[in-house]
């Protein structure tokens, strides 16, 4: 059974930074790819970034590049999404995700096996 557990969420204002974690129980953490999703209040829930099992390769959201940082500390089990400049457009509850099935890094949510039980980030004008 595979869990994974975020923290890190919270209310800053705007032009503010939080870092997230993900903390992955279960199977052989860096054999996932893992990813970072966000869903807004009345929107479908969508891709913010991903990042290979090794730490080596990663993906962004154009609109989040530049402003945030995955990363992952495979001794941990933990993967981390560094958010900087901080706007009001990216407040949403954000999951992290786990795929299974790791050959390219996607984006899209189907791919993911497993996922997180949420955590929100506000941000205030």
């Known amino acids: 059974q595979v869990q994974l557990v975020e923290s890190g969420g919270g209310l800053v204002q705007a032009g503010g930074s939080l870092r997230l974690s993900c903390t992955v129980s279960?199977?052989?953490?860096?054999?996932?790819?893992m990813g970072w999703f966000r869903q807004a209040p009345g929107k479908e829930r969508e891709f913010v970034a991903v990042i290979s099992g090794t730490g080596g390769n990663s993906r962004y959201l154009d609109s989040v590049k530049g402003r945030f940082t995955i990363s992952r500390d495979n001794a941990k089990n933990t993967v981390y999404l560094q958010m900087n400049s901080l706007k009001p457009e990216d407040t949403a509850v954000y999951y992290c995700a786990a795929d299974s099935s790791p050959r390219i890094l996607r984006e899209s949510r189907y791919a993911y096996s497993y996922w997180g039980q949420g955590t929100q980030v506000t941000v205030s004008s």
């Open positions: 279960g199977r052989t953490f860096d054999s996932y790819n």
